[in-house]
């Protein structure tokens, strides 16, 4: 960072020029010294094999989505779900050809995956919006709140790209130099619209639960804190780990990991929601049999806002099991 000949600017950006290059040209660019070569492929094949794994769990968590999408076409949180896991399989695509002699870039790979992640994080922040409007009966106040959170997503594109060079280094292939605030700027980012929109939920599901006392409600309670404790858990510790710089310049990988973390979680959360209310044979609730894949705001979630119903005996046409619809 400190060669003076190596930095330019465009636009107004540093640049820095070996963020011009993929992996297979930093590698033979300086072949003559043996040394300096073992540590530039052990570099660029490590974060290789980080990119494959990462590809791997996007292509199996868009595979999913698209399992989602067959069943209910109009649900918006599948094509959610879809979206994000997508935007994981190009960067994946992009990621792994950066080690190839093609076209692909350090830069490329840095600058797609920062498009990406706010791209991620506003398809996760409309699934739990959607939820916790339907939720509380479609208050337009949370969707004023949501939105509000939302708008500052674009802010770390910005940073990664006028303020990060990005460059392709021996020891640990291609990474960007983020300012010392930018991984709790994301945490104070992201971690707020997560936490406000869970609780939100939570609140009316765990008050149905309490009153009614359906299994169904039950698994949503249950499954919605683990969903909300696990993200913040792994907005935090991500963000803990790339401001102390504890993997060195691997650090910047963490903000990959926490993306692929929440995808999953989001992912199985929807699909766990699902298999519930599907094997939810005799509540003590009566939800209305309608559409969930077509309902009003798109889904399942909107279970939330069913009318419920005490089964009584002096009810006959309530009485007996009720199956959900399939």
Partial sequence: MDDTEEVYYWAGIKMHRSGDRNGFEFLVSDLDDPVETRIRFYGIALQLCMNSMIFA??????????????????NLPSWCCAVQAGAGVIFGIIGLAFALPTTSSCRAAVWFSNISLPISNICVSVVLLQKAWLAHKKDNRLLLIGALLILPQPVTTYIVWALSPTMVVPHAGCVFHYPNYYPWLKFGIDMPINLVLSVAFLVVVIRQHRVFGSDTWAYLSRDGMIYMFCVILSNFACALIAAAKLANDFSDMFFLVDWV????LLIRQHEGVRVALQQSTRPKTNFQRFDFGKSVGGGIDAIATAPDIVVTPEDPSQSGYSKMPR
């Fill in 57 to 74: 769990i996007f292509v199996r968590n868009f595979y999913r989505t698209m399992r989602m999408l067959i069943r209910s076409p109009h």
């Fill in 261 to 264: 973390i929440t995808s999953t």
